[in-house]
């Protein structure tokens, strides 16, 4: 289980934006600017069950990305929680890094290395053995179609090619959570659909997802839980279901603008 | 650490940059300034030593043997020119190459046993002008010679009385060094100069791939977030580009070491049938570089490799893009190349004071070995000493490496 408490991360401004401010009025500076700091992520909370997929949305800037670097441990929170099964992970990233296997939206390949030697790379960094490698790749290859490119070099292949790579790159190390940033960004429908059916693989496993999105009919098509954040702060946590009950259309559109523009409920 | 080294190198070679940076530009860079330049440099003066020259005289017949003389030698074309032609210009024109002026008094002062000055015009910002005075001079050598024996004659001199009149006091230089110092000293600085801008070319690319090339690839963030402590990270990468820094240098080294025991010999003999005796003597002085030598010198640029590394690294982390890493690292080159100018300064030598600036340091040290006057208590400070810095910047690269600020920079 994943679980995540009043989770907050400040970044200081860089002395030129705070010069700019200094002259801008206060109703015109961004609400998470305070001083020479500014609050990405100001409070947000959520948990995901182990089985289950969590849709993570917001708008352009709301926090998502430093939410999940968060997670996967790549920045370190400045205060608030987060565990695996109960195991704090703000404690311990080295030992947690083990157990996540996480994808961020500028994620990429080493060029000059075929598909197959990027992911035995990583899996290799993560202490695999040479013969749970070999296993895990000819299943992760199978599931996301990958065989038919695995000796080609990464820089050789396309968009698509390169993302089913990367979710390969991001699981093979058999991760205790799942955290996905946008990862169908840019990719053709077909192999959007390839990566979605592998999240949706993961329905009912031992293993929580977490991936984040602009696209809802994915939300609607994978999710059992949605967190909505904005300006840092978590607006929306709950069951899909829910979620979609907060607007009488029952569509997922209506409910996002809603809650973004603190709209009362329709 | 050593999946990380080993993963990076393999990238490395599959690079042809790379390549071209670490192993084939090192390998010749050496014999091309050397062989190349040199080889130029003997077929320049074998022209202008050959070539035939147009000249004219102004005043001929103030001094006819002289002009007789001049036009005896073969390689020599006359000019006749009008009272009202500007012998410099012609000069300056390229129409003459040299022109002879000869005073009205010419005669009259010989006649009394006085010193007659004859002016030799020729343009003098040219490289080979020495080499054109040197032909004018040997040409009128004989009749000088001539002219002084008649006038020790006629002052009942003998040719060694006369020469002592001249000279009553000859003051004979000779020189405590030998061969290989007095060619260390005025090239062993080209060496350390050579070598270590070749250590940082060497490091500056894989520099450049393996920090922000990570970024812009989107592999840097996956890659610390792999179980691998980021202290390992960091020494896996430095290792990388010192290893093909190290390479650099190594290569350059090697190819300078064979150039003058293997291909050194046969070069003796083909520049010095081109009358070069100063390239037999450099030559020979090489040859007496031991083994010893060059591993001393190999030992004193491992420090610099690994400054270079920790340096070029932690530039390329910080770097937002390619582009910025470029921006950053070219006024890096010319902090580096300004400690190396200051070694090449005339009166520069190691001492305690010189021992203690960095990379100048080092670079005096290896022209010290290459002349075989190095101390080696100094030696094992300068190395000690370097290496403590390329330590420290290592520790710097790391602690930059943990900082947020730095990795994540947008």
């Given amino acids: 289980m994943l679980e995540v408490k009043n989770l907050m991360k400040r970044f200081r401004l860089d002395n030129k934006t705070i010069k700019e401010n200094k002259k801008k009025a206060k109703e015109l500076l961004d609400v998470r600017e305070e001083g020479r700091w500014f609050n990405a992520v100001q409070d947000v909370s959520f948990s995901c069950d182990p089985g289950q997929v969590l849709g993570l949305l917001g708008p352009n800037g709301a926090g998502k990305t430093t939410c999940l670097r968060m997670l996967s441990t790549a920045l370190q929170p400045t205060s608030g929680q987060i565990a695996i099964n109960g195991e704090d992970v703000v404690a311990e990233p080295l030992a947690m890094r083990k157990r996540i296997g996480f994808l961020s939206a500028t994620t990429g390949l080493y060029h000059r290395l075929t598909v197959r030697e990027n992911i035995q790379y990583f899996g290799r960094l993560h202490g695999m053995s040479e013969e749970n490698l070999e296993i895990e790749m000819n299943k992760v290859f199978e599931l996301l179609d990958i065989n038919s490119f695995a000796d080609k070099k990464a820089v050789s292949l396309s968009t698509g090619m390169k993302q089913r790579a990367n979710i390969a790159r991001t699981v093979i190390h058999q991760p205790e959570v799942i955290v996905l940033d946008e990862p169908t960004t840019g990719l053709d429908v077909i192999s959007a659909k390839t990566i979605l059916d592998f999240i949706e693989s993961y329905k009912g496993s031992k293993v929580p997802v977490v991936f984040s999105t602009h696209h809802l009919h994915e939300v609607e098509k994978l999710c059992d839980k949605v967190v909505l954040i904005n300006d840092g702060v978590t607006k929306f946590n709950g069951f899909l279901d829910e979620f979609k009950a907060l607007n009488k259309s029952g569509k997922l559109y209506d409910v996002f603008i809603q809650l973004v523009e603190n709209k009362e409920v329709a | ?410």
Avoid at chain 2, 347 to 365: F, H, Q, R, Y
Wanted: charged share 20%; proline share 3%.
């Fill in chain 2, 1 to 410: 650490m050593l999946k990380v080294y080993f993963k990076e190198l393999l990238e490395l070679t599959r690079d042809k940059k790379t390549l071209i940076f670490t192993i084939l530009l090192p390998t010749l860079i050496m014999p091309v300034i050397m062989f190349g330049f040199i080889s130029l440099g003997t077929r320049i003066v074998k022209k202008s030593v050959d070539e035939d020259l147009k000249y004219s005289i102004i005043g001929s017949g103030h001094y006819a043997q002289l002009a007789e003389e001049l036009k005896q030698n073969k390689k020599f074309k006359f000019v006749e020119i009008n009272a009202n032609d500007d012998a410099e210009e012609l000069i300056n024109e390229g129409k003459i190459r040299f022109a002879i002026v000869i005073p009205e008094d010419t005669k009259s002062k010989m006649a009394q046993g006085l010193s007659a000055e004859i002016e030799m015009l020729y343009n003098d910002s040219a490289s080979t002008s020495s080499i054109l005075y040197r032909r004018v001079k040997n040409t009128l050598e004989a009749l000088v010679k001539a002219e002084t024996q008649t006038r020790y004659k006629n002052l009942g001199l003998t040719e060694e009385q006369g020469i002592a009149v001249n000279k009553p006091i000859k003051i004979i230089r000779k020189s405590t060094a030998d061969e290989r110092e007095n060619f260390g000293e005025k090239l062993g600085g080209l060496l350390p100069y050579i070598l270590i801008l070749v250590g940082f070319s060497g490091a500056m690319y894989p520099a450049i791939d393996l920090g922000v090339g990570e970024k812009e690839r989107g592999t840097l963030e996956t890659l610390l977030l792999t179980p691998v402590p980021r202290f390992q990270l960091v020494f896996a990468k430095f290792l990388v580009i010192f290893t093909t820094s190290f390479i650099s240098v190594f290569l350059s080294l090697i190819s300078f070491g064979l150039m003058a025991t293997v291909f050194g010999p046969a070069m003796i003999s083909g520049l010095a049938a081109g009358g070069n005796n100063d390239i037999e003597q450099l030559m020979s002085a090489l040859s007496t570089i031991t083994m010893f030598d060059v591993s001393l010198m190999i030992l004193m640029l491992v420090p610099i490799a690994a400054i270079f590394a920790s340096m070029l690294l932690s530039v390329s982390i910080y770097a937002r893009n390619f582009k910025e890493a470029q921006n950053y690292m070219s006024p890096l080159a010319m902090i580096i190349i300004l400690p190396l100018i200051l070694s090449l300064l005339p009166g520069v030598k190691l001492d305690w004071v010189w021992a203690s600036v960095p990379i100048t340091n080092v670079s005096l040290a290896i022209k010290e070995i290459f002349k075989g006057t190095m101390d080696l208590g100094m030696l094992a400070v300068i190395f000690a000493s370097t290496t403590i810095i390329a330590g420290a910047l290592l520790a710097l690269c790391n602690w930059w490496f943990q900082r947020e600020q730095v990795l994540f920079r947008t």
